[in-house]
T-cell receptor
Framework: QKEVEQNSGPLSVPEGAIASLNCTYS??????FFWYRQYSGKSPELIMF????GDKEDGRFTAQLNKASQYVSLLIRDSQPSDSATYLC??????????FGGGTRVLVKP | DAMVIQNPRYQVTQFGKPVTLSCSQT?????MYWYQQKSSQAPKLLFH???????NEADTPDNFQSRRPNTSFCFLDIRSPGLGDAAMYLC????????????FGPGTRLTVL
């Protein structure tokens, strides 16, 4: 079982719609959760971090964390073609090591 | 602007020819990391420094070495690059500890001929 799992996609979303990305993790002691966006050939760019159960909103992005169910999700509202990228879920668990999921590729179609 | 800088952005080397990648940061962060990312894969941690304290991942090949001469700079040395070492190499920093948010540099794309 992978430590951090994501659906590889591609997740195809019409422009203006909501993109919903999910991530599950195996270490129940995980404390910190991150979403990074990575354009093809570029480095990961931090979008959001979340530490507590519930929702955290930043502009068009909302991160949701449910520690009991061991999942974290990212919602992208009003999706734009510029949101087309791979989204990496990352978790800091035991040993303070940042572990990445395999990423979900998102395609926003005009 | 405070940032993480990597040089060069693109590096071409020959099989077996040593290569050094560099990373610098103006964030004054205590922790620096080196990741390897191959196409369509997640970044893989190679090693990191807490200040001057070096931490090697168990599965990092001996072919990879690192130096951190001061707070601002960190180097990745690949002693004898193989074809399988072609990848994007990412440097990241975090403020104080491994639980802090990591910020990535633009990466160095390594090609091995």
């Amino acid at each position: 079982q992978k430590e951090v799992e994501q659906n590889s996609g591609p997740l195809s979303v019409p422009e203006g719609a909501i993109a919903s990305l999910n991530c599950t993790y195996s270490d129940r002691g995980s404390q910190s959760f991150f979403w990074y966006r990575q354009y093809s050939g570029k480095s990961p760019e931090l979008i959001m971090f979340i530490y507590s159960n519930g929702d955290k909103e930043d502009g068009r992005f909302t991160a949701q964390l449910n520690k009991a169910s061991q999942y974290v999700s990212l919602l992208i509202r009003d999706s734009q073609p510029s949101d087309s990228a791979t989204y990496l879920c990352a978790v800091i668990a035991a040993g303070n090591k940042l572990t990445f999921g395999g990423g979900t590729r998102v395609l926003v179609k005009p | 602007d405070a940032m993480v800088i990597q040089n060069p952005r693109y590096q071409v080397t020959q099989f077996g020819k040593p290569v050094t990648l560099s990373c610098s940061q103006t964030l004054n962060h205590n922790v620096m990391y080196w990741y390897q990312q191959k196409s369509s894969q997640a970044p893989k941690l190679l090693f990191h420094y807490y200040d001057k304290d070096f931490n090697n991942e168990a599965d990092t090949p001996d072919n990879f070495q690192s130096r951190r001469p001061n707070t601002s700079f960190c180097f990745l040395d690949i002693r004898s690059p193989g074809l399988g070492d072609a990848a994007m190499y990412l440097c990241a920093t975090s403020l104080r500890s491994g639980t802090d948010t990591q910020y990535f540099g633009p990466g160095t794309r390594l090609t091995v001929l």
